[in-house]
């Protein structure tokens, strides 16, 4: 499981790294990602392999082509930071049927 806080309400949950590149498009990485843990508290940041491009068109429209990343770890497992993500934003879960399981991890992280 992989949760991530974008630049919008509640956090999203993904089943794997994988699953949360596929869904959240290039240009929402480079700008919206906030934080990303997986379940074992492990932080992960967005490693590029090919950065977004932009283009101007006769100077006034931008154009951006994606680019490709991925998700990787990004150092040990950090339990205090995932608890207080979990706990600033315990509304607005998607999907919403992955709720019971951050409450599950939250109430794990807190009796550590």
Known sequence: MLIVLLDEPGLFVFPSASAAVREIEPIDAEQEIRAVFDESAVPHRVNWLQPNRRRRLFGLLESVVNGQYELVPAGAPDPEG????????????????????????LAKLRAV
């Open 82 to 105: 995932l608890r207080a993500l979990l706990e600033r934003h315990p509304d607005h879960t998607t999907p919403p049927e992955a709720k019971p399981a951050l409450d599950a991890l």
